[in-house]
T-cell receptor
Framework: GESVGLHLPTLSVQEGDNSIINCAYSNSASDYFIWYKQESGKGPQFIID?????DKRQGQRVTVLLNKTVKHLSLQIAATQPGDSAVYFCAETSYGNNRLAFGKGNQVVVIP | KAGVTQTPRYLIKTRGQQVTLSCSPI?????VSWYQQTPGQGLQFLFEYFSETQRNKGNFPGRFSGRQFSNSRSEMNVSTLELGDSALYLCASSLDSGQETQYFGPGTRLLVL
């Protein structure tokens, strides 16, 4: 991915296992959160989002958990597949604002 | 629907030159945002355009500018290029300017020599 730079946190996971990616966000006023996946040579791809009036949201094989008390966001991927290998970014923004603030990214490597 | 498209995909320029990048949003999307991605700084917001008006601006120098046309297509311009402007420039579109999901294009890779 494009943000594979210095000291990008890396999660190595066996194919078929579950993955958990964590993100600490910075702005307590943020109320909309998004997870993106970026594969090498591509732009970020939307995975799932959550608003601050929820603490959990599920999609296809993915679940996002939001803990506003400690400003923490996580992405759970069930039954991780080789195609899940990518860099994952969390992003935050506040109401009425399209300006996304991105986290540094987490590299996920799926071991076949 | 076709996704967000960006042209050109790759570009090589020399210091001091200027460059214009183009973005066509998803059909029906009126908001276009631009981001710069580098290994050191990650993804950083440049600016957002909605209905041909700049609605939000990030912390970049005035050398970085943009505009949006009536068909929602957008361009960004970087003047007096510096080596540090080498980056992947990403465009994202959304339905409007109010926290709708943003969809990204593949980016334009700019290398400044």
């Amino acid at each position: 991915g494009e943000s594979v730079g210095l000291h990008l946190p890396t999660l190595s996971v066996q194919e078929g296992d579950n993955s958990i990616i964590n993100c600490a966000y910075s702005n307590s006023a943020s109320d909309y959160f998004i997870w993106y996946k970026q594969e090498s040579g591509k732009g970020p791809q939307f995975i799932i989002d959550i608003r601050s009036n929820m603490d959990k949201r599920q999609g296809q094989r993915v679940t996002v958990l939001l803990n506003k008390t400690v400003k923490h966001l996580s992405l759970q991927i069930a039954a991780t597949q080789p195609g899940d290998s990518a860099v994952y970014f969390c992003a935050e923004t506040s109401y009425g604002n399209n300006r996304l603030a991105f986290g540094k990214g987490n590299q996920v490597v799926v071991i076949p | 629907k076709a996704g967000v498209t960006q042209t050109p995909r790759y570009l090589i320029k020399t210091r001091g030159q200027q460059v214009t990048l183009s973005c066509s949003p998803i059909s029906g999307h009126r908001s276009v945002s631009w981001y710069q991605q580098t290994p050191g700084q990650g993804l950083q917001f440049l600016f957002e355009y909605f209905s041909e008006t700049q609605r939000n601006k990030g912390n970049f120098p005035g050398r970085f500018s943009g505009r949006q046309f009536s068909n929602s297509r957008s361009e960004m311009n970087v003047s007096t290029l510096e080596l540090g402007d080498s980056a992947l420039y990403l465009c994202a579109s959304s339905l409007d300017s109010g926290q709708e999901t943003q969809y990204f294009g593949p980016g334009t890779r700019l290398l400044v020599l």
